[in-house]
C-alpha cells in the first residue's frame, strides 16, 4: 500500500535505491510485488504529477475532466480552458500531506489563465510537492546528512474551441525531482536529481440539454497526460517512467431554477505504465535466472520498455489478463451543489481495487465566492481506520475578472 498510498515519503524507497547504488536491488521489490497477485501495486517516479492538486476537484472525488472549466483545468482537462468564462484569473492551493505521519510534507499549486480572444485561452501552472526534511542514510544505515527532498513542476497550457460545444488543448511542463540532492554514498554511488518533461492532451465537450422541464448541461472529457520520457535518479541503465495516464469523464448539470443547480460527475482513470510480471521461482522459492543472469517471466510482459510500448502495452501486459487490466482502473463519483454561483457543496467517493493499492475513501467540500474572489476546501475520509491520507485538507483559493 505504501506505493499508492503515496504514500508516506514516497522518495525514502527511490532514495535507498539510489544512495545504495543497488539498481538490481530496486528491480528485485518490484518484481516481489509483482509476484504476490494479491498486492500488484504499479509504481513510477514523480506520482504528484497525478495528486488533486486543489480543494473543489478533490472534494468531488478526485474528479474533474468533464466538470465545468475554472483556473485549475490545465490540472484536469487542457480542452476546457477556452471555454472559461472570465478574462482572466489564477488559483492558489495549499494541502498539508500525510498529517496523520509527519508535520512538515506538502502539496502547492498555483495555476493563472488568460483568454486571448472569444475562442482560445492560455494557461500556466506551477506545482511543488515539499516532502519535509529526511535523514539520509547509506546501505549499510550510516548516516550521509539531512535533507529536503522536494518535486516542482512547471507548465503552460494552450486551448481552443473546435466548434461552439467542442474544445481541445495541449500542455506541456518541466519536471525537476531532487530526493537527495548530490550526496553520495560510502560506497561511491552517486545520485542526482531527475529531470524530464511532459505532455498532455485533452479534449472537451459540452452541450445544452432539455429533460423534462429541466434544463441541463451534459459534457464529457478525456485526456492523456504526463506523455514524456523515463527519467533517472543516477545512470541512463536505471530509469523510470513517469505517470503516464488516461482519464475518461463525463457530468450532467441540471438546474433547478435560476439559483440553485446540480453537477453530477463520473471518472475513470489508468496509469499507461507497464504492470509488473510474475517471474519463475526455483524450488527453493528463489527467483530463477538464464544463462545470462537475466530473470525469466513467467506470466505478464517486460516492464523495461520504450515510452510508446509502454503506453500501448499497458492495456494488455497485466499477468492476470483482462480482469488484472479492469481492476487497475480507479473510478471517482462527485456531486456539486451551486447556489448563486457563490455558494458550493460538494461530495464524492474514490474507489481504488485492492490489488493495486485498495485507496478508498469518501470526500466533502464547500466553497464561498464573494466578488471576484474565491474560497474552498476540501476534506477527505477514508474508509480504513489509521488510514495514511486520513483527515486530509485541502485549501484553495481564486481570483477572476469578468470579460468587458
Not at 190 to 202: F, L, N, Q, R, W
Not at 360 to 376: E, H, N, P, Q, V
Request: glycine share 10%; hydrophobic share 35%; proline share 4%.
Amino acid at each position: 500500500m505504501i506505493n499508492n498510498v503515496i504514500l508516506g515519503r514516497y522518495s525514502i524507497l527511490t532514495l535507498i535505491f539510489v544512495l545504495a547504488g543497488f539498481s538490481s536491488f530496486a528491480q528485485n521489490s518490484v518484481i516481489i510485488s509483482g509476484q504476490d497477485p494479491s498486492r500488484r501495486v504499479i509504481t513510477t517516479a514523480v506520482p504528484f504529477l497525478n495528486f488533486a492538486p486543489d480543494s473543489r476537484h478533490s472534494a468531488m472525488g478526485d474528479a474533474g475532466v468533464a466538470t465545468s472549466p475554472d483556473a485549475n483545468s490545465a490540472h484536469w482537462n487542457a480542452g476546457k480552458l477556452s471555454f472559461i468564462k472570465d478574462d482572466y484569473g489564477f488559483s492558489i492551493s495549499h494541502s498539508p500531506w500525510l498529517g496523520k505521519l509527519v508535520n512538515d510534507m506538502s502539496l502547492n499549486y498555483l495555476s493563472g489563465y488568460k483568454k486571448i480572444d472569444e475562442n482560445s485561452a492560455f494557461g500556466i501552472d506551477l506545482r511543488y510537492f515539499n516532502m519535509g526534511d529526511i535523514l539520509l542514510t547509506d546501505g549499510r544505515g550510516n548516516s550521509i546528512g539531512e535533507f529536503n527532498p522536494r518535486d516542482i513542476a512547471i507548465g503552460g497550457t494552450y486551448s481552443r474551441k473546435l466548434s461552439a460545444n467542442l474544445g481541445l488543448g495541449i500542455s506541456a511542463r518541466f519536471i525537476h525531482s531532487n530526493l537527495s540532492g548530490n550526496i553520495s554514498s560510502a560506497s561511491g554511488a552517486e545520485s542526482k536529481p531527475g529531470t524530464g518533461v511532459g505532455a498532455d492532451i485533452g479534449i472537451y465537450h459540452q452541450k445544452a440539454i432539455v429533460a423534462g422541464k429541466k434544463e441541463g448541461m451534459w459534457s464529457w472529457g478525456a485526456t492523456i497526460t504526463n506523455i514524456g520520457p523515463k527519467i533517472t535518479y543516477n545512470s541512463a541503465a536505471d530509469l523510470d517512467y513517469i505517470p503516464t495516464s488516461l482519464r475518461l469523464g463525463t457530468a450532467y448539470k441540471v438546474f433547478f431554477n435560476p439559483t440553485n443547480s446540480i453537477t453530477f460527475v463520473l471518472d475513470a482513470n489508468k496509469l499507461l505504465v507497464p504492470t509488473p510480471p510474475t517471474y519463475k521461482t526455483n524450488s527453493d522459492g528463489t527467483l530463477a535466472t538464464d544463462a545470462s543472469g537475466n530473470l525469466i517471466i513467467s506470466e505478464g510482459k517486460d516492464p523495461n520498455r520504450p515510452l510508446l510500448s509502454g503506453i500501448f502495452g499497458s492495456f494488455s501486459d497485466a499477468p492476470g489478463g483482462f480482469q488484472e487490466e479492469w481492476s487497475e482502473f480507479t473510478f471517482s463519483l462527485g456531486m456539486e451543489y451551486l447556489y448563486a454561483d457563490k455558494f458550493a457543496l460538494r461530495t464524492g467517493y474514490f474507489h481504488e481495487d485492492a490489488t493495486k493499492g485498495g485507496r478508498r475513501y469518501f470526500t466533502m467540500g464547500a466553497g464561498f465566492t464573494m466578488k471576484r474572489i474565491g474560497l474552498d476546501f476540501s476534506y477527505l475520509v477514508p474508509q480504513v481506520q489509521n488510514h495514511p491520507l486520513a483527515e486530509t485538507l485541502r485549501f484553495s483559493m481564486k481570483y477572476s475578472i469578468a470579460s468587458k
